[in-house]
């Protein structure tokens, strides 16, 4: 366990798939200790099957939402490894519906987990960061920074998660950087590659609005994350970044010039 004391530590949550798993990866390929937390045991050994540098991987089950459970976590990790030096917040739920047709559970999980998550972990975390002047970095969506049709309540806890990073870099920035990922529409699921293959309907709709004409892949959230936290981003506190091919660079105007022809 000692050799670990000398590295970086990172904890991940959500770590089992998608984005959180390529967190996972991009952290132990830049050498650090990394704590991959998830509800999910299984998905979590699959993460610690693919993820490089098993050696420096280790998995935490739990589930975000509750307060204690992740509390312990936090708590957990930096004793066991000497000290904490970045907490991503990447959990996160999405269920669809508009105000009147999110059913009250699906309400409540999106509030447990995007919200009180990210909130009770960081707390957890910040008597840990301020020993090492070390990080958070929030995994929002580019739902925090305008609306989505039929995402009411997932956006209403982006948003929260968006202005949640602003208070807390003011509040906190003295010690820790606190700064925030947006991403767009991202291949997480092996559905949304399906989705948004070439030449589906919906891949060229998305073209339509996105410039670079494409999704994201979890890989490149998962490099500015790795910006984020790193030394480079030194002076980067409260910023939001999205990730989303230049989507949020259109104030929603349609292309008054192009020829459909």
């Not at 929002?140 to 929260?160: E, F, H, P, R």
């Not at 590659?193 to 890989?219: I, Q």
């Not at 989303?244 to 459909?260: E, K, V």
Request: overall charge negative; charged content about 20%.
């Amino acid at each position: 366990m000692d050799r670990f004391h000398s590295r970086r530590v990172a904890i991940v949550t959500g770590a089992g798939s998608g984005i959180g798993a390529a967190t996972a990866q991009r952290f132990a390929d830049d050498g650090y200790t990394v704590a991959l937390v998830g509800r999910t045991p299984e998905k979590l050994q699959e993460t610690m099957k693919t993820v490089s540098r098993s050696a420096g991987v280790h998995a935490w089950a739990a589930d975000v939402s509750d307060t204690t459970a992740i509390t312990g976590v936090v708590n957990d990790v930096a004793e066991r490894f000497g000290r904490l030096d970045v907490l991503v917040n990447n959990a996160g739920v999405a269920i669809p519906g508009a105000v009147d047709q999110v059913d009250e559970e699906s309400y409540r999980s999106m509030m447990r987990t995007n919200v009180d998550g990210v909130f009770f972990a960081s707390r957890a975390a910040l008597p840990h960061l301020a020993v090492t002047r070390g990080c958070i970095v929030n995994v929002g969506a580019v739902s925090a920074l305008g609306g989505d049709w039929g995402q009411a309540a997932y956006n209403m806890t982006k948003a929260a998660v968006r202005n949640l990073t602003s208070a807390m870099a003011l509040d906190h920035g003295h010690e820790i950087r606190v700064n925030a990922v947006h991403p767009g529409v991202t291949l997480t699921k092996p559905y949304y590659r399906a989705a948004l293959a070439e030449g589906t309907p919906l891949r060229k709709r998305f073209a339509e609005r996105v410039p670079m004409g494409r999704p994201a892949e979890p890989e490149e959230v998962a490099a500015v994350i790795a910006f984020l936290a790193g030394p480079d981003a030194g002076y980067l506190n409260g910023v939001h970044l999205p990730v989303d091919g230049g989507l949020t660079a259109s104030n929603g105007q349609t292309d008054l010039y192009r020829s459909d022809d």
